[in-house]
């Protein structure tokens, strides 16, 4: 069974700070997706990224997956409000129609 | 609007009470999920259907039925409900295999469902 762990599993910042969440694997993912989902809604995907070492950035979001496809993070840079949710990680894999969830990082950002 | 709609938003049954939520997508998309979703455990996919009359198991499927006589309607059956199975459930939808490649996977809102 392929798992991804999430950390921290919780993040308390104030508006202006920068954090990072991690997605770590054992196993190697053909792609990794970002979701933040907010009180009584559904996930909402954020970025794939599919290339080993690939960057994307989503204005003060930069998304990295790891050069072995393991592993992934999320940095915010200077967080607003806005910001918090639950931030989940999801790695897909080549065959079937599985995405496998990390537990999810809750970030809260207080004004 | 393209969208993923689950019914009930909530429910509250007892023990062996036979319940169906209902999913249903109107983007034409073959590819659709349910995953149930506990604190500390992400989304664990319970069965998926790759296309009309196509479903298969995915992580945690015992408990559990699906069907898939339409393409738009992919409807979750719990036959007998527990305690263990109260849970956040969501559905999804999605145009081609779910990790595959930059393909997006919509959520439907959740259904909030309590077994007592």
Known sequence: TQLLEQSPQFLSIQEGENLTVYCNSSSVFSSLQWYRQEPGEGPVLLVTVVTGGEVKKLKRLTFQFGDARKDSSLHITAAQPGDTGLYLCAGGQAAGNKLTFGGGTRVLVKP | ?116
């Open chain 2, 1 to 116: 609007e393209a969208q993923v709609t689950q019914n009930p938003r909530y429910l509250i049954t007892v023990t062996g009470k036979k319940l169906t939520v209902t999913c249903s997508q109107n983007m034409n998309h073959e590819y659709m999920s349910w995953y149930r979703q506990d604190p500390g455990l992400g989304l664990r996919q319970i069965y998926y259907s790759m296309n009309v009359e196509v479903t298969d198991k995915g992580d945690v499927p015992e408990g559990y039925k699906v069907s898939r006589k339409e393409k738009r309607n992919f409807p979750l059956i719990l036959e007998s409900p527990s305690p263990n199975q109260t849970s956040l459930y969501f559905c999804a939808s999605s145009l081609t295999r779910a990790g595959r490649g930059r393909n997006e996977q919509y959520f439907g809102p959740g259904t909030r469902l309590t077994v007592t």
